[in-house]
């Protein structure tokens, strides 16, 4: 009996001690359109938060805390984006890599504010993101990714210049993402002297664009800035492919997946996108992304910002001495660069990156480049 109770007392000494020890694990949830259409950026993000998490576990974690990745899906969809945010807070996780899309992040950060936890985005491009949380004081949005006027600045100058006298329309997808980069677009590109001949939302999901690009086709569009993602964006492509039209896409960022040659096909021959200086050819990033295609993916598109954010919530544990949100916030707002895979970031008051750069890349063969501007 005696050596019946003490085998017992082990045994619940183990249990115990294996429970403080999962207990001391940091968690930090991955969240994204892990299924629907976009799913590929939800891959995106899951890959590269997990490598992420490998390296620092290798590395000996946060302040010798073990990292523990949580993937939750959002689809993309405002009101499930709420949900899985109200979700994530009961379970007492403190930072959240993601949400992918605008229209999901700006929702889902009023729950992370008001629970004091920290969310940084590696893709939501959306302005109002982290102006309006800046205008409320919440210090805990953030995101480690370009913002749609930056971008806007970036684009929208360059074709008023080398479309000049060419037929330009802007089309959006009316989300806050689409509509949002499409607006800014159209902003400098007006005010670098050339208006587009139209300004048109779109429904996204549908499968049918033909008379959209009839349309097109009778106006003798030369050049179409589209605002939204690649499953719409290939499909028009290859609709104006089978009535014979030829016009020059030009899209953001949300096109840097192989998804977008599988939709358009040799249709898409030619589509420029703009996308933040291309992280893959970084040094920083030369370990990262080969273990990543060791793994038999590609870390193209968010990635490596996924990886990135995951990076930056260490750093900021480590940079603060706690895992109180608050003040690692304060503390990877100090004007201090945090070393990350996509190079030395740097963060503003609002929380947005400083000094982006961005390449303008042309899809050529079912790959796309880099070109020079």
């Not at 895992?323 to 929380?351: C, H, S």
Request: glycine fraction near 10%.
């Amino acid at each position: 009996m005696i050596k019946k109770s003490l085998l017992g007392a082990a045994l619940v000494g183990f249990v115990l001690a294996a429970q403080a020890a999962r207990a001391d694990d940091i968690t930090f949830a991955v969240v994204g359109p892990m299924t629907g259409q976009l799913a590929n950026i939800g891959d995106q993000f899951k890959q590269g938060a997990e490598a992420a998490a490998k390296a620092i576990n290798e590395k000996g974690g946060v302040m010798g805390r073990q990292v523990k990745i949580a993937i939750e899906d959002d689809v993309c969809d405002p009101k499930q984006a709420v949900s899985v945010a109200n979700r994530i807070v009961a379970n007492g996780i403190k930072f959240i890599d993601g949400h992918a899309c605008s229209g999901s992040s700006i929702p889902a950060s009023a729950v992370y504010a008001e629970s004091g936890v920290l969310m940084m985005s590696p893709a939501s491009s959306n302005p109002i993101m982290t102006d309006d949380a800046a205008a409320k004081g919440w210090s805990t949005i953030m995101r480690l990714y370009t913002r749609d006027d930056a971008q806007g600045a970036f684009i929208g100058p360059w074709i008023a210049k080398k479309y000049a006298g060419k037929n330009v329309v802007i089309l959006h997808d009316k989300s806050a993402y689409g509509q949002g980069v499409a607006d800014a677009v159209r902003k400098t590109m007006n005010e670098g002297g050339l208006t587009e001949i139209l300004y048109e939302g779109l429904n996204a999901g549908e499968k049918d664009y033909s008379a959209l690009v009839t349309k097109l086709k009778g106006m003798k569009a030369d050049v179409v800035y589209y605002g939204g993602y690649h499953p719409e964006a290939g499909l028009i492509l290859r609709q104006s492919s089978e009535q014979d039209f030829k016009f020059q896409l030009i899209m953001p960022d949300s096109i840097a997946s192989p998804e977008f040659w599988q939709i358009a096909g040799p249709a898409g021959e030619g589509t420029m996108f703009v996308f933040p200086s291309d992280p893959q050819a970084k040094p920083e990033a030369k370990e990262a992304a080969e273990k990543i295609k060791a793994g038999g993916f590609v870390p193209e598109g968010f990635t490596l910002f996924s990886y990135a954010v995951i990076q930056a919530f260490a750093q900021g544990i480590e940079r603060a001495g706690t895992d109180d949100p608050m003040k690692v916030a304060e503390a990877l707002k100090n004007g201090e660069a945090i070393d990350t895979v996509v190079g030395p970031v740097v963060f503003d008051e609002k929380g947005d990156l400083k000094n982006a750069a961005y390449d303008i890349n042309q899809w050529h063969d079912g790959k796309y480049a880099p070109i020079e501007q």
